[in-house]
T-cell receptor, first 113, second 113 residues
Framework: DADVTQTPRNRITKTGKRIMLECSQTKGHDRMYWYRQDPGLGLRLIYY???????NKGEISDGYSVSRQAQAKFSLSLESAIPNQTALYFC????????????FGPGTRLTVL | DQQVKQNSPSLSVQEGRISILNCDYT??????FLWYKKYPAEGPTFLISISSIKDKNEDGRFTVFLNKSAKHLSLHIVPSQPGDSAVYFC????????????FGSGTQLTVLP
């Protein structure tokens, strides 16, 4: 079973619609992250959370909101989707220990028409 | 303004030869560097990392070199195998940033049989 799962894997929506992307993890990590990937730009950080009560904005948080419902769950919402939010979205987790690596989910491909 | 740059969008190498992927950064406060590999329809997976206090780290066929004075790091894969064909992302962590990563735009490596 995958340690970091994302739902849905693919989603097509229309401009102005509200959409939620969900992330769950079984790794027991406290830290969770949301990134988007655009062609030619790599991955950019949207939001991150160090525990259930700690939410922080990343590099490109405008137009997005998040909810950390539990240690294992971190959701990303687009309140009113727009076409330039069409991208590949990744959730990631990391430990608070000595390892710096982040563990990524398989991604959600979002298309906003 | 990208703080982590991978100037080669693609690289083709013959099987068995060495692959060298390059990454440049501009922020001297980065103190940890990671390489991730990404296959299509999957999330990035951690490959190898290096602390800024070192200039080399080796793990099997993969070696990362860090030149702090030039703000440059490289990933060497020897020997290259067809299964290494993937997109490789360089990432950097700011000192004291609590694991926030800044990614480069990626290099598509193709290893030809």
């Amino acid at each position: 079973d995958a340690d970091v799962t994302q739902t849905p894997r693919n989603r097509i929506t229309k401009t102005g619609k509200r959409i939620m992307l969900e992330c769950s993890q079984t790794k027991g990590h406290d830290r969770m992250y949301w990134y988007r990937q655009d062609p030619g730009l790599g991955l950019r950080l949207i939001y991150y959370s160090f525990d259930v009560k700690d939410i922080n904005k990343g590099e490109i948080s405008d137009g997005y909101s998040v909810s950390r419902q539990a240690q294992a769950k971190f959701s990303l919402s687009l309140e009113s989707a727009i076409p330039n939010q069409t991208a590949l979205y990744f959730c990631a987790t990391s430990d608070t220990g000595t390892l710096n690596e982040q563990f990524f989910g398989p991604g959600t491909r979002l298309t906003v028409l | 303004d990208q703080q982590v740059k991978q100037n080669s969008p693609s690289l083709s190498v013959q099987e068995g030869r060495i692959s060298i992927l390059n990454c440049d950064y501009t922020n001297s406060m980065f103190d940890y560097f990671l390489w991730y590999k990404k296959y299509p329809a999957e999330g990035p997976t951690f490959l190898i990392s290096i602390s800024s206090i070192k200039d080399k780290n080796e793990d099997g066929r993969f070696t990362v070199f860090l030149n702090k004075s030039a703000k440059h790091l490289s990933l060497h894969i020897v020997p290259s195998q067809p299964g290494d064909s993937a997109v490789y992302f360089c990432a950097a962590e700011l000192s004291g940033s609590a694991r926030q990563l800044t990614f480069g735009s990626g290099t598509q490596l193709t290893v030809l049989p």
